[in-house]
C-alpha cells in the first residue's frame, strides 16, 4: 500500500512540474512579445526621426536599406533594419540594437563611420531605443545587402575613424 501511495505521489508531482515548466514557458513569451503600445510609440519615433529618408533606397522595400549617403569623405550606404535574420536586424539582441543606436558601435564590435548620427541619439532612453526595435521587427523583413563604404584614401582605413 504504501508503495502504491509513493506511485501516485510521483507521478502528482511530475504532472505538477510539466504544467508548471509549461505555463512558465508560456508566460515567458506572452512576456517577449512587447506590447502594442510600445510598437506604436517605436513607429512614432521612427518616423518623427525620419529614418525611412536613410535607410530606403527602394520605395518598395521601406527600411532595407542600400541607400547611399554621400559626405565630403566618400560614400557611405545604409543598413538594413528589416527583420530580415541574414542582412537585417531579425538575429540582434536588444542590447545589440541599443549599442548600435546609443554608441555607434555594431554588431561584430566595429565602430560605425560617422555618417551615422549615433551623437544625435544619445539622449534617448532606453525604453524608447527597444520601443524603435519593437517597431522594426514588424516590418516586412526584405534581403539586402549593402554595398561596402566607398571613401576616398587615405580615409577608407576604418583605424583613422579613432583620430
Known amino acids: 500500500m504504501l508503495g502504491q501511495y509513493h506511485a501516485i505521489r510521483v507521478i502528482l508531482c511530475t504532472v505538477l512540474a510539466v504544467v508548471l515548466l509549461c505555463t512558465a514557458f508560456a508566460f515567458g513569451k506572452a512576456q517577449a512579445e512587447p506590447p502594442a503600445a510600445a510598437i506604436a510609440r517605436g513607429k512614432a519615433l521612427t518616423d518623427a526621426a525620419d529614418c525611412a529618408s536613410c535607410h530606403t533606397a527602394d520605395p518598395s522595400r521601406p527600411f532595407a536599406g542600400g541607400k547611399r549617403i554621400d559626405t565630403p569623405f566618400g560614400g557611405i550606404y545604409s543598413p538594413?533594419?528589416?527583420?530580415?535574420?541574414?542582412?537585417g536586424l531579425g538575429a540582434w539582441s536588444d542590447e545589440e540594437f541599443y549599442r548600435a543606436l546609443r554608441d555607434g558601435v555594431a554588431r561584430d564590435g566595429s565602430r560605425y563611420y560617422p555618417a551615422f548620427p549615433y551623437p544625435n541619439f544619445t539622449k534617448i532612453t532606453r525604453d524608447d531605443i527597444l520601443a524603435i526595435r519593437a517597431y522594426l521587427a514588424t516590418l516586412t523583413p526584405f534581403r539586402n545587402i549593402r554595398p561596402p563604404p566607398e571613401l576616398r584614401w587615405p580615409l577608407n582605413y576604418r583605424v583613422l575613424?579613432?583620430?
Do not use: K, V, Y
Not at 538594413?80 to 542582412?87: A, E, F, G, I
Open 80 to 87: 538594413n533594419l528589416t527583420p530580415d535574420r541574414d542582412t
Open 161 to 163: 575613424m579613432r583620430g
